[in-house]
């Protein structure tokens, strides 16, 4: 039996929660990114070896570097040696924005560059990964331009 209070309810909470953690990230973003690194710290400190942040393309790439310079400097100047973070950067009409044009919400080659003059190494940004929707899409014509060409 349908019980549409029960339904009213269940996409009331869905609504809210998703209404939080969209403050959440404004929170983040403008108001304490320290908030997130000593968190982080704390996680690492109890035998955690990595993160994934959801919904990254809604972090500005600099406040995602300055969580990440926070934390280094939490943990004593440089990334565990296993550590490894992925950020979600899921595209949908925004590709141009988040990847093609070089400005201060690209996560490719600004989000690097963003990394480095903050004081991070090669191998450091090595281990901060961007998960991207267009990344399988890529893979697979690799994989298949490579198996059928041969």
Known sequence: MFNKELVTYLFLFIYLFHLFLFIFLIVIELLNPKLLADYMTDLLGVGFS?????????????????IMV????????????????????????????????YNNYNFYAYFRDALITRGFSDEEILKIKIWSSDYPKEVFFFYFYFYFSF
Do not use: Q, Y
């Not at 990595?50 to 300055?66: E, Y």
């Not at 926070?70 to 141009?96: A, C, M, Q, S, Y």
């Open 50 to 66: 990595g993160f994934r942040m959801d919904a990254a393309k809604h972090i500005s790439p600099d406040a995602i570097a300055n």
């Open 70 to 101: 926070r934390l280094k400097k939490n943990l004593g100047g440089e990334l565990p040696v296993d550590f490894f973070t992925w950020l979600e950067v899921i595209i949908g009409g925004e590709k141009d924005l988040l990847c093609c044009n």
